[in-house]
């Protein structure tokens, strides 16, 4: 059964301190990971595609990272305005809808 | 600027009457649409996709008589909450697919619609 688990399920860092969300999953023949930011009461937010294992990509602060059975969303010196929830989702190639993790929370303080 | 916007941001209704959830795509044509739902704690559910000019898809488990979805043109499509219970309280959020995309993972999300159930 395909599966996404995010963790931790909430993270409270200090302003500068680096870190990094875990997103594991398991699908029959990825298509696609997908990380996206949502802030509370609203849409979430696409951030990310990744494909295939050893991909990255990058946009301001965040980077993530794909292996065979995990994304990374690795956070440089977060700003309080980073502070959101960050969904993780995963398209396989046996059924194309998506599967969408629990989220991290995540806060920074100032 | 917003691609996708929702109507109305949130509402309150008594149970037992209806509620229409208005979705437009702003900036471009959209013959799909996707109508998700989000409790607190849980992940995003897809509830059907809206197909314009023709029925929506449902997905398993999800009443299509009590959720009412209409795609009447290539920039809206609705949901009706019919016959609303206190159960069906929740976090409404429709999605488009992002232009020039053919992954159906990459969406444009609306702001959602809070709806509560007294």
């Known amino acids: 059964e395909d599966q996404v688990t995010q963790s931790p399920e909430a993270l409270r860092l200090q302003e500068g301190e680096s870190s990094s969300l875990n997103c594991s999953y398991t699908v029959s023949g990825l298509r696609g990971l997908f990380w996206y930011r949502q802030d509370p009461g609203k849409g979430p937010e696409f951030l990310f595609t990744l494909y295939s294992a050893g991909e990255e990509k990058e946009k301001e602060r965040l980077k993530a990272t794909l292996t065979k059975k995990e994304s990374f969303l690795h956070i440089t010196a977060p700003k309080p305005e980073d502070s959101a929830t960050y969904l993780c989702a995963v398209q396989g190639g046996n059924n194309r809808k998506l599967i969408w993790g629990l989220g991290t929370s995540l806060a920074v303080n100032p | 600027g917003a691609v996708v916007s929702q109507h109305p941001s949130w509402v309150i209704c008594k149970s037992g009457t209806s509620v229409k959830i208005e979705c437009r795509s702003l900036?471009?044509?959209?013959?799909?649409m996707f109508w998700y739902r989000q409790f607190p704690k849980q992940s995003l559910m897809l509830m059907a996709t809206s197909n314009e000019g023709s029925k929506a898809t449902y997905e398993q488990g999800v009443e299509k008589d009590k959720f009412l979805i209409n795609h009447a043109s290539l920039t809206l499509s609705t949901l009706t909450v019919t016959s609303a219970h206190p159960e069906d309280s929740s976090f409404y959020i429709c999605s488009v697919l992002r232009g020039g995309s053919a992954n159906t993972g990459e969406l444009f999300f609306g702001e959602g619609s809070r709806l509560t159930v007294l």
């Open positions: 900036d471009f044509q959209a013959t799909t």
